[in-house]
């Protein structure tokens, strides 16, 4: 069984899901049950898959929950694109979310990669 918590990618989602709900209190509030929830939840999906992921009996299942991390990181960094083009988040501030995205996507890869192999 492995810890979950010793994966620098599930570290770094983590942080990046505590981020995501400190950048959410400033959408509108006609938002709370619309994008403001679907980005809740597609952001504590990465570290809660990769999480579930590390208490399955093998690789091969691992890396599944890890493609679903994956999923959940774009389906995240889709939001944060329209959530700039609607003016809810200044640019700036988007790309700083972006850039944490890209780097926890280049790291689920690189961890799914070595798993299949």
Sequence with gaps: MKDYKNFTVW????QL???VYAT???FPKEEMFGLTSQMKRSSSSIPTNIAEGCGRNSDK???RFLIIAFGSANELEYQFILSRDLKFIEAEKVN???FQIEEIKKMLNSLILKLKN
């Excluded at 570290?11 to 983590?14: A, E």
Aim: hydrophobic letters at 40%; a negative charge.
């Design 11 to 14: 570290q770094k989602s983590h």
């Design 17 to 19: 899901t505590v981020d």
């Design 24 to 26: 959410l209190q400033s």
């Design 61 to 63: 299942d691992f890396a």
């Design 96 to 98: 700083q979310l972006l």
